[in-house]
């Protein structure tokens, strides 16, 4: 697989969720996580649609919450399908979707009041693998922009939305056995809706063990079909 320059931290990885095609080409940054790893479709097979498995972006707007609603309760207001975020320093609206990319990455510059530093710090073991092979997924035809859509209610946590479509996401599974695919917990009762899911990463702590187990997702994964394709 191609090498590429890799974005290594939070504020850099958000700079290139805002970069141009151009710009990531420029700087030798990788275009897409799945087109970094195109050659999976050598094991999945040319017809396969492609997804990133874990979105930074989702993730990421979730730390922000966890580490910043107790401080600030009234900063954040969460809704069935997106947390929104009081957008004190505009004039047009009072409220904005925290799960923005110019907004995530306008806040790293240390302009507001919302703090980051301790969840780039904690996010750190995530950056390292996001464009990993592990954290590529086979999808059904047009599930990559569903789930990434404000509208499904998840966030781009693929469990939350893999769980809304459980008789599509066992298709899955079973078409592509090595993809790895039951490693991913849906069945857990957290991911039955956003809100509860949130609930169970409201605190610094308890978001931190999610992404220990985001990260041994991806690199289980990543050693899997790495052996299938060796």
Same mark, same amino acid.
Request: glycine residues 4%; contains cysteine.
């Given at each position: 697989?191609?090498? +590429?320059? =890799?974005?290594?931290?939070?504020?850099?990885?958000?700079?290139?969720?805002?970069?141009? %095609?151009?710009? %990531?080409?420029?700087?030798?940054?990788?275009?897409?996580? !799945?087109?970094?790893?195109?050659?999976?479709?050598?094991?999945?097979?040319?017809?396969?649609?492609?997804?990133?498995? =874990?979105?930074?972006?989702?993730?990421?707007?979730?730390?922000?919450?966890?580490?910043?609603?107790?401080?600030?309760?009234?900063?954040?207001?969460?809704?069935?399908?997106?947390?929104? &975020?009081?957008?004190? /320093?505009? %004039? @047009?609206?009072?409220?904005?979707?925290?799960?923005?990319?110019?907004?995530?990455?306008?806040?790293?510059?240390? @302009?507001?009041?919302?703090? *980051?530093? !301790?969840?780039?710090?904690?996010?750190?073991?995530?950056?390292? &693998?996001?464009?990993? *092979?592990?954290?590529?997924? /086979?999808?059904?035809?047009?599930?990559?922009?569903?789930?990434?859509?404000?509208?499904?209610?998840?966030?781009?946590?693929?469990?939350?939305?893999?769980?809304?479509?459980?008789?599509?996401?066992?298709?899955?599974?079973?078409?592509?056995?090595?993809? =790895?695919?039951?490693?991913?917990?849906?069945?857990?009762?957290?991911?039955?809706?956003?809100?509860?899911?949130?609930?169970?990463?409201?605190?610094?702590?308890?978001?931190?063990?999610?992404?220990?187990?985001? &990260?041994?997702?991806?690199? =289980?994964?990543? +050693?899997?079909?790495?052996?299938?394709?060796?």
């Amino acid at each position: 697989m191609e090498k +590429k320059e =890799y974005p290594k931290t939070s504020t850099k990885l958000l700079e290139w969720k805002n970069s141009s %095609k151009s710009k %990531k080409e420029h700087n030798g940054w990788p275009i897409s996580v !799945e087109y970094n790893n195109k050659d999976i479709k050598k094991l999945w097979g040319e017809e396969c649609e492609c997804d990133t498995l =874990y979105s930074f972006l989702g993730i990421y707007a979730i730390g922000i919450w966890a580490y910043n609603h107790t401080d600030y309760p009234k900063l954040f207001e969460i809704k069935e399908n997106t947390i929104n &975020v009081k957008k004190s /320093p505009y %004039k @047009k609206q009072d409220w904005r979707n925290l799960w923005s990319k110019k907004y995530c990455y306008k806040i790293q510059k240390g @302009k507001h009041k919302i703090k *980051v530093g !301790e969840l780039n710090k904690d996010i750190k073991p995530f950056v390292n &693998v996001y464009f990993s *092979v592990g954290n590529v997924i /086979p999808i059904w035809p047009g599930g990559n922009t569903n789930k990434g859509n404000i509208y499904s209610c998840s966030m781009d946590i693929p469990e939350i939305y893999f769980k809304k479509y459980r008789s599509w996401f066992d298709i899955l599974k079973n078409k592509y056995p090595n993809a =790895y695919l039951e490693k991913l917990d849906i069945s857990n009762e957290r991911f039955n809706s956003l809100k509860i899911f949130l609930n169970s990463v409201d605190t610094p702590d308890k978001y931190k063990k999610f992404l220990e187990y985001i &990260v041994d997702v991806i690199k =289980y994964r990543e +050693k899997s079909i790495n052996n299938k394709t060796v």
